[in-house]
């Protein structure tokens, strides 16, 4: 179901002078740029002004990673959303891109503290990325960003 309205009072983002991050694929490009509409979207209801959110093109989900770590090391941004679909083919390539992202993403996190998301879609058929993209399901761009902005709200309870 696919949500709307405002953000529950817990996401409201605790610091809305950050700055925010989102990694985009550019494979399956129509897909990337409605997650990338609905994280943006998200952001501004979270407390983010439009002027602190970046937006850094690769050519795949695969590159995200790499680009999450570069952005990381500016040390400009408090999180980073990485936005993207993966849709299974005939070949084993699915199962290593969604490998690497999402490996390379949790290792980025993990090793600077900065929190990555993961809003790329990983799907066997093109409508079923569709309906994570806006359609019935939601949009996981909006899911990935609620998942950032909790986790900077939480950094920013414990004073680190």
Same mark, same amino acid.
Request: hydrophobic letters at 45%; a neutral charge.
């Given at each position: 179901?696919?949500?709307?309205?405002?953000?529950?009072?817990?996401?409201?983002?605790?610091?809305?002078?950050?700055?925010?991050?989102?990694?985009?694929?550019?494979?399956?490009?129509?897909?990337?740029?409605?997650?990338?509409?609905?994280?943006?979207?998200?952001?501004?209801?979270?407390?983010?002004?439009?002027?602190?959110?970046?937006?850094?093109?690769?050519?795949?989900?695969?590159? &995200?990673?790499?680009? /999450?770590?570069?952005?990381?090391q500016?040390?400009?941004?408090? =999180? *980073?959303? %990485?936005?993207? $679909?993966?849709?299974?083919?005939?070949?084993?390539?699915?199962?290593h891109?969604?490998?690497?992202?999402?490996?390379?993403?949790?290792?980025?996190?993990?090793?600077?503290?900065?929190?990555?998301?993961f809003?790329?879609?990983?799907?066997?058929?093109?409508?079923? &990325?569709?309906?994570? /993209?806006?359609?019935?399901?939601?949009?996981?761009?909006?899911? =990935? *960003?609620? %998942?950032?902005? $909790?986790?900077?709200?939480?950094?920013?309870?414990?004073?680190?």
């Amino acid at each position: 179901m696919a949500r709307t309205g405002a953000p529950p009072e817990a996401q409201r983002l605790a610091a809305p002078h950050v700055r925010v991050a989102l990694i985009c694929s550019g494979f399956h490009r129509d897909l990337t740029e409605a997650l990338v509409a609905g994280a943006r979207a998200r952001l501004v209801e979270c407390g983010l002004p439009e002027k602190n959110i970046g937006e850094y093109w690769v050519p795949g989900a695969y590159e &995200a990673p790499l680009a /999450a770590k570069y952005v990381t090391q500016s040390g400009r941004y408090a =999180a *980073v959303v %990485a936005l993207g $679909a993966v849709v299974r083919g005939a070949t084993a390539h699915f199962e290593h891109v969604c490998f690497g992202a999402s490996q390379g993403l949790m290792r980025v996190a993990t090793n600077t503290g900065v929190p990555c998301t993961f809003g790329i879609l990983t799907t066997d058929t093109v409508e079923q &990325a569709w309906a994570r /993209a806006g359609g019935d399901v939601g949009n996981a761009g909006v899911d =990935a *960003v609620d %998942a950032a902005v $909790a986790l900077l709200n939480l950094h920013g309870q414990l004073g680190l």
